[in-house]
């Protein structure tokens, strides 16, 4: 995320977009499930709410960094979307007629519940 923000708005446009839509990519609506690692992350994250819910103590201070890190890449997301375009209608990569930063919203505050 922080390599992606360090991009001008020109070069972000001309060099990460593309790679995010056809034909570089093979379907419409790029999403970050669509990489194994964050749609496993995802998944386990899922599996162990519950868990997440019920820690033993000697395990918070491993929990408290997780949540620091989710909050730190989720804050590194709305950054880069809203430095890029996505606070305007047609800024989504996944939903061209959509507000991006409202859909992220959405995605950040499904994923603290999880955790």
Known sequence: MKLAGSY????????ILPTMKPPNLKIDGFSGLMSWDHAY????????KKNFQNLPL???PQYEKLLLAYKMMA?????????????EVGGSVKHPTKNALLA??????ARWQMI
């Not at 709305?78 to 375009?85: E, V």
């Open 8 to 15: 001008s708005r020109k070069e972000y446009q001309e060099q």
């Open 41 to 48: 992350l995802v998944t386990l994250w899922k599996q162990n």
């Open 58 to 60: 000697s395990l918070q």
């Open 75 to 87: 804050s590194s997301h709305r950054k880069i979307c809203s430095k890029f375009g996505g606070g």
């Open 104 to 109: 992220l919203e959405k995605i950040v505050q």
